[in-house]
């Protein structure tokens, strides 16, 4: 049983394997003619420049672009500088510090300074793990209410099956949360950010509630932008609510995972068990050990005969084995 196991996973990291190669191949179709035609108008755009400005080299140019795209790296656009805000006050630094903790990180803006980067540093070594703890004990509190008890209140008042009960409740769960956290929030991007469509949106929120955070889009960079503040700390709150979501689906989906036994053949178990089944142990915990009986317990002990309880019989039991020895 345990070889077929150990065959099975092998087969599932190689399927795994294939997976991560389709992806790769599919996203190379997919992107490379439109990268190919960007470089393509940007070398026509760059001999354009220089030849309606004879009087700048093409070093001049170069070092000028470098310097520009060095500076965008750091959150910071020539574009904006003239009516843009600072990356780095509280607000845009709250954002970033939750961001940051979140492991999401969409990498603008991001310490430019050794003070700040030592920082950031020492800051998510503790931060990073005291955030998730803190995710991880809300999330499991969350659990309790809103999925453990609506599902055994199902289960006693209607007489549903726990793996019916647990599959519907699941979708439903899910699909709200996905209403809430996904499609609802991508409408109200594109209403703000004006540049973004809706599939953007979409795009832009799925890749930051699963902490990918590829920092294409970001949230709040526009000039223009009305009440960036309040934006940004709205846009913080959805982010670190729309997280402990994402959790609560995963969990939702690990616990559907244990409801399929199909799963097992790809888990080892040890040698001394027998067709994985597990065995109870010779000595029960010690938290089910009672050395005092209980009310019940004793209630019945005496309503027994004498000769019928269970400390006279083993008396008796060795009086008689002594007499006949």
Known sequence: MARSKALFYVVLLAAYGLFLGLGAWVFMLLERPCEEDVRRALSAAHDRFLAEHGCLTEAALEAFLGQVLDARALGVSVLRN??????????????????????????????????GK????????????????????????????????????????????????????AGVFIGLLTCLFLLIPACIFTLIEGSWSYLDALYFCFISLTTIGLGDYVPG??????????????????????????ILVLETLKRLFKLNHNLNIFLLTNGNDEGGKETEPLIPPFSEISVFPSKSEEKARRRLPHSLSPQSESLYGSVYAAHDS
């Open 82 to 115: 003239a009516t843009g805000g600072l990356h780095w006050d509280l607000v845009s630094s709250f954002f970033f510090v939750s961001t940051t903790l979140t492991t999401t990180g969409y990498g603008r803006p991001a310490p430019i300074s050794a003070g």
């Open 221 to 246: 960079e526009q000039a223009d932008q009305r009440l960036p503040i309040l934006y940004k700390l709205c846009t913080t709150g959805y982010l670190l609510i729309g997280l402990v979501a994402m």
């Open 118 to 169: 030592a920082f950031c540093l020492l800051y998510l070594v503790f931060g990073v793990p005291f955030s998730l703890c803190l995710l991880s004990i809300t999330c499991q509190n969350l659990l309790i209410l809103i999925h453990d008890k609506p599902i055994r209140y199902l289960r006693l008042h209607f007489g549903f099956s726990n793996n019916v009960v647990t599959w519907l409740y």
